[in-house]
């Protein structure tokens, strides 16, 4: 991507990372899933945005919403949050609305009170995505992300869902090249300044087998073993790579309790005013 080009994802994503931000602060038990999906829907038009999932080959909502053992792709209903819940929500922004460029970004929520399985496959996902993007930099390869990610999960006892991958991003919601969150160092396309794509690994607590459900939709683990996600859209830079989508502030719900594993890049960033 050329310089001006970046400069209008870098806007895109920023507004995603907006919108999460701003979902964060909605996160508790009795929200629907219909609720925050017309939050993102509304916070999105009023910036001028279109919401890139709805409509997307079908699906149904602004956002995607994946609970407990839903993998991705969850579809926003009548679901209610619940104590002990996590959740998942998946925020693409197009900017401008038409025909604009794609924002992508996801973090993983608590509900209430957690479980201690809760606590620990949402932090391995966590500190499975930093560890992913400290892989970034000019001639590197594809495979050095997803083997330091499948490195770091199974020997926290977890798994690294393989069904479901990163991928480019920029005028199209999904474009080459596919980022696999597991695999072997030293393998896939080499990495180049301008590049631009999406790091999300898909962590769970059990086997990494998937299964679609009927909607057409709905990704869950195949054991119903609970599962975790956070992504990021990145660009490769000439001495390493920029976050387009880091967060002006901590995630609340996900990054503001005690337990939160925040890597040395950390997903978010202390505003002035902190």
């Not at 300044?193 to 990494?208: A, D, H, L, Q």
């Not at 939709?217 to 975790?228: E, F, G, I």
Request: proline share 6%; charged share 25%.
């Amino acid at each position: 991507m050329t310089k001006r080009m970046i400069d209008n994802m870098r806007e895109a994503c920023q507004l995603a990372a907006d919108t999460l931000l701003m979902v964060g602060e909605h996160i508790k038990p009795g929200v629907s899933t219909d609720e925050l999906n017309t939050l993102v829907h509304e916070y999105t038009l009023k910036h001028k945005a279109r919401p890139a999932p709805l409509n997307y080959k079908g699906f149904p909502k602004s956002t995607c919403t994946s609970l407990n053992e839903v993998i991705c792709h969850g579809i926003p209903g009548d679901r209610v949050l619940a104590d002990g819940d996590i959740i998942n929500v998946d925020v693409t922004s197009v900017l401008p609305a038409e025909h604009g460029y794609y924002g992508d970004t996801s973090a993983t929520f608590y509900v209430g009170e957690p479980s201690e399985e809760a606590k620990r496959v949402v932090e391995v996902a966590r500190r499975c995505l930093e560890l992913g993007i400290e892989q970034v930099r000019p001639r590197g390869r594809l495979g050095d992300i997803g083997a330091a990610i499948q490195e770091y999960a199974e020997a926290q006892g977890c798994s690294v869902v393989r069904d479901y991958v990163g991928h480019g991003i920029g005028r199209s919601f999904h474009m080459p090249p596919q980022v696999p969150h597991y695999g072997r160092r030293g393998t896939l396309v080499r990495m180049k300044p301008g590049m631009v794509f999406t790091i999300e690994p898909m962590i769970n607590v059990g086997g990494y087998e998937t299964e679609l459900l009927s909607d057409g939709w709905t990704v869950v683990t195949r054991d119903r073993s609970l599962s975790a996600q956070f992504e990021h859209t990145v660009v490769v830079t000439r001495s390493g790579c920029e976050v387009l989508t880091r967060r002006s502030g901590r995630l609340a719900h996900s990054e503001d309790v005690p337990w939160a594993d925040l890597g040395p890049l950390s997903c978010w960033v202390e505003s002035p005013a902190a």
